[in-house]
Structures are given as C-alpha cells and as structure tokens.
Nanobody, 114 residues
C-alpha cells in the first residue's frame, strides 16, 4: 500500500485547509485509515480515523472543527480542517491499517500563523 498525502500549507488562524491522502496498491483490505500529526518536540498523535464501514473517531482537539471523510471511487481520504489554531501547526501524516500492518504516507506540513 502506498499513501500520498497532500494539501498542507500556511494559513492564518481561523482559516481552513483540506488534506488529502490517496491510497494505491492492495487497498481492498484496508480496515482503517487515519490522520496523525506531530508537532516539533512532541509525540505523534491521532487526529481522526475512519473505518471501512464509515465509522469515524476524533481526538478531542479535533472534534467540532475537523471532519474526516473518504471517496471510495478515488481511494482517497480527506481531512477538512476548519477554525484552525496556532496549536494545530504540525506535520500531518495519513496511515492505513491492514490486519496488523500499518502503512504511513509522507507527511504534509500545516502551519497556522497568528
């Protein structure tokens, strides 16, 4: 499985960004896809996840502001981020789980300025 993340950038606080993660390869067995982020000096943390059945889950920091969704036809998962805060600044990674294997895409930088 290959994951290609895109959509990061520089945005002012209160703004919005949409991240995309395009999956290719043996994607039919993917059970969960998620977005994680890692800020400088901090551990990587879960932001949002979506199962093959469409169930979603969010970190408390993302609830009410971020929305994870997917387009099965395009094999792509999205993370719509609204009302961005300075503390959302991080490298965002998408991942996919197949049974017990975890695959990661390259990160995309999100920088929120005050």
């Amino acid at each position: 499985v290959q994951l290609q993340a895109s959509g990061g950038g520089l945005v002012q606080a209160g703004g919005s960004l949409r991240l995309s993660c395009a999956a290719s390869g043996s994607i039919s067995s993917i059970s969960v896809m998620g977005w994680y982020r890692q800020a400088p000096g901090k551990q990587r943390e879960l932001v949002a996840r979506i199962t093959s059945g469409g169930s979603t889950g969010y970190a408390d920091s993302a609830k009410g502001r971020f929305t994870i969704s997917r387009d099965n036809a395009k094999n792509t998962v999205y993370l719509q981020m609204n009302s961005l805060k300075v503390e959302d600044t991080a490298v965002y990674y998408c991942n996919a789980k197949i049974v017990v294997a975890i695959y990661w895409g390259q990160g995309t930088q999100v920088t929120v300025s005050s």
